[in-house]
């Protein structure tokens, strides 16, 4: 396929506005504990969505998974271990609040996303003068996440009185923070080595834009299997499977809503990198990673989550912004 820079970054930055909003629609949902919640929307953005859009874009996809049994495998074992970091996303979020869990998780995303897809290729690529123009865009962005961290603690320590206990309470949050940042990337990994799947697909007849959706079916189908899992679970042992009798209807369209925006937004991805050619696994994960941060921050800071906080922690708060900023022009430039 025709390389396509600014197209293949157009899609990709429009993905991040995916990535960062997709959870908006939770707010909406009245009555529901977080798992209701999850529930759907794993059915939703990591079986059907991924199936349907699959379907329709890919012909003969049974015969393209025939073909190609080991990257099946492999793709599959990927998405395996991204739903598990995905289900310990969730639980740094509820150990050490946003401000602190974010930065973090989406600091080691970022930079493993990145840089690791590079790394497996061609380690000698980020000796090149892109190579490290890329590296030094992720070392800004990661920069901008120290800042946003540093902001969030700040304005936590200020909104409440710190509880007994809670330095093992960190601790154990931190723990779980870098255990999600290292196993989220893995979603991206299953994109590297769905390449053959690609292929097939191509071969196929699959328009080279959406030949990336024979990957996602499967490797989010894979991290559904934990994820709706981990939710029944808890539905069973918190006895709020109860919540779902009588709920309003709203309910189950918000949760859906946030499904398809966030399959919409590893949509975006894997078409927009299939213009970037080999770039898209680097520079697009790292761009769509970035965005999806300052995205979820400015909602945040647009809805008030930030009214009330510091001076100084506004301050640093801005300083982590500009720094993303930067790094994302960094990186989109690194070619």
């Given at each position: 396929?025709e390389t396509?820079?600014?197209?293949?970054?157009s899609l990709?930055a429009m993905g991040?506005?995916f990535?960062?909003?997709?959870?908006?629609p939770?707010?909406?949902s009245?009555?529901?504990?977080?798992?209701n919640?999850w529930?759907v929307w794993?059915?939703v953005?990591?079986?059907?969505?991924?199936?349907v859009?699959?379907?329709?874009t890919?012909p003969g996809l049974?015969?393209?998974?025939?073909a190609?049994t080991g990257?099946?495998?492999?793709?599959a074992f990927?998405?395996?271990?991204?739903?598990?970091?995905?289900i310990?996303?969730?639980r740094g979020?509820d150990?050490?609040?946003?401000?602190l869990s974010?930065p973090?998780?989406?600091g080691l995303?970022?930079?493993i996303?990145?840089?690791?897809?590079?790394?497996?290729?061609?380690?000698g690529?980020?000796?090149t003068?892109s190579?490290?123009?890329l590296?030094?865009?992720v070392?800004?962005?990661?920069?901008?996440i120290?800042?946003?961290s540093v902001?969030?603690s700040l304005?936590?320590?200020g909104?409440?009185?710190?509880?007994?206990g809670?330095?093992?309470g960190f601790?154990?949050?931190l723990?779980?923070?870098?255990?999600?940042g290292?196993?989220?990337p893995?979603?991206?990994f299953?994109?590297?080595?769905g390449a053959?799947?690609?292929?097939?697909a191509?071969a196929?007849?699959?328009?080279p834009?959406y030949t990336?959706?024979a990957?996602?079916?499967?490797?989010l189908?894979a991290?559904?299997?934990?994820n709706?899992?981990?939710?029944?679970?808890?539905l069973r042992?918190?006895k709020?499977g109860a919540?779902y009798?009588g709920s309003?209807?709203v309910?189950?369209?918000?949760?859906?809503?946030?499904?398809?925006?966030?399959?919409?937004s590893?949509m975006l991805?894997g078409?927009?990198?299939s213009?970037?050619g080999?770039?898209?696994v680097?520079?697009?994960w790292?761009?769509?990673?970035s965005?999806a941060i300052?995205?979820?921050n400015?909602a945040?800071?647009?809805?008030g989550e930030w009214?009330g906080a510091?001076?100084?922690?506004?301050r640093?708060?801005?300083?982590?912004?500009a720094?993303?900023?930067a790094?994302v022009?960094?990186?989109?430039?690194?070619?």
């Amino acid at each position: 396929m025709e390389t396509n820079y600014w197209a293949g970054l157009s899609l990709i930055a429009m993905g991040g506005l995916f990535a960062g909003s997709f959870s908006v629609p939770f707010n909406r949902s009245k009555g529901w504990e977080w798992e209701n919640n999850w529930l759907v929307w794993s059915v939703v953005a990591l079986i059907v969505a991924p199936w349907v859009v699959a379907v329709a874009t890919v012909p003969g996809l049974l015969g393209v998974y025939a073909a190609e049994t080991g990257p099946l495998a492999v793709v599959a074992f990927f998405g395996l271990i991204w739903g598990v970091g995905a289900i310990l996303f969730g639980r740094g979020i509820d150990l050490l609040g946003v401000g602190l869990s974010m930065p973090i998780m989406l600091g080691l995303t970022n930079v493993i996303g990145t840089l690791m897809p590079v790394v497996l290729r061609d380690p000698g690529g980020l000796l090149t003068a892109s190579g490290l123009r890329l590296t030094a865009g992720v070392l800004v962005i990661v920069l901008g996440i120290v800042f946003y961290s540093v902001a969030g603690s700040l304005k936590e320590r200020g909104a409440q009185t710190p509880r007994a206990g809670v330095r093992s309470g960190f601790v154990k949050g931190l723990l779980v923070c870098l255990a999600a940042g290292i196993l989220s990337p893995m979603v991206n990994f299953a994109f590297v080595f769905g390449a053959p799947l690609q292929q097939q697909a191509l071969a196929a007849g699959t328009d080279p834009v959406y030949t990336s959706n024979a990957v996602w079916s499967i490797a989010l189908t894979a991290g559904c299997l934990v994820n709706a899992g981990y939710c029944i679970c808890l539905l069973r042992s918190r006895k709020t499977g109860a919540l779902y009798r009588g709920s309003r209807r709203v309910n189950w369209a918000w949760a859906a809503l946030a499904g398809v925006l966030w399959y919409s937004s590893m949509m975006l991805y894997g078409m927009g990198g299939s213009f970037l050619g080999d770039a898209g696994v680097s520079v697009g994960w790292a761009l769509m990673q970035s965005l999806a941060i300052l995205t979820g921050n400015l909602a945040g800071l647009f809805t008030g989550e930030w009214r009330g906080a510091a001076p100084v922690s506004r301050r640093i708060m801005w300083l982590g912004l500009a720094c993303l900023l930067a790094g994302v022009f960094i990186v989109a430039f690194s070619r």
